[in-house]
C-alpha cells in the first residue's frame, strides 16, 4: 500500500527489478490499477474481492472541452471504497495549453491524486503529438508544481526516446501501454523502466478482476 500511494502521488519511481517485463501480474505480491472510462462498467461490491487492485485512474477530461460523464460519480464511489485516485487527459490535436488548463481546473487534483496525460499516438493527426506533449507537460507542472505521468504505447514511446529526449519527458513517469506477456525490447533511453505498465485491455484480455469485463485496462505498478 505505501508503494502504492508513492506512485499515485508521483513522487518516486518503482526500482528495476528482474522480472518487472516477464508477467509481473503472476505475482501475487504486486498491486493492480484498473483505468476506466464511461464505456466500461464497475460492480464495485465484486470489485473488492480482488484485494490486489488498489487504485483507479479515471478518464477525466478530452481535448478543449470534453469531460468523461462518469468520472466525478466514480471518483465519488472509489474514494469512499477506500481506492487511490487518480486521471488521466485525452490529449487531441489542438493547443496543448489550453487542453492542460481544461485537465486541471476540471479535475483541481488534490496531492495524493495521480495526474496524467494519455498520449495515445504521436503519429496520427488528431491526436496529439510529442511537440504539444511537452507544452502539456510544462503547463501541468507550472499549474500543479508536479509532472504528470506519460501514458503511450511502445511505438510513441520509442520514438520519445529517440527523436525527443526532453526533460519535460524526462521527469515524467512512464505509463507503458503493451499488451503481451513480456518485453524484452523496452525503449530504453528517456526511461530506464515503467512506472506503470498496462498489459491488459480488451485488444488482449491477458487478466480479468472481478466487477469487470474483458474490455476494462489493467496494469501493474
Known sequence: MKLAIAIISSIISMAAISSEFDRPWSNPEIALVIDPYAANSINWDALKDENRVVAVI????????????????????????????????????????????????????????????????????????????????????????????LYTNHASAKYISQRLPDVAFKDSPLW???????????????????????????????LRVPGTKSDMDINVL
Do not use: C
Open 58 to 149: 479515471h478518464k477525466s477530461t478530452i481535448g478543449l472541452t470534453g469531460i468523461d460523464p462518469k468520472y466525478f460519480e466514480r471518483k465519488a464511489d472509489a474514494k469512499r471504497r477506500g481506492y487511490l485516485w487518480g486521471s488521466y487527459h485525452w490529449g487531441v490535436a489542438g493547443d496543448p495549453i489550453k487542453q492542460a488548463d481544461h485537465y486541471i481546473d476540471t479535475v483541481k487534483p488534490s496531492d495524493n491524486e495521480l495526474i496524467a496525460l494519455d498520449l495515445e499516438d504521436v503519429h496520427s493527426s488528431k491526436l496529439m503529438n510529442a511537440d504539444e506533449a511537452v507544452l502539456f507537460i510544462k503547463r501541468v507542472k507550472e499549474r500543479t508544481g508536479r509532472f504528470p505521468v
Open 176 to 206: 507503458y501501454a503493451r499488451f503481451k506477456p513480456n518485453v524484452t525490447d523496452f525503449p530504453h533511453g528517456v526511461w530506464s523502466t515503467y512506472t506503470l505498465w498496462q498489459f491488459s485491455s480488451e485488444i488482449l484480455p491477458q
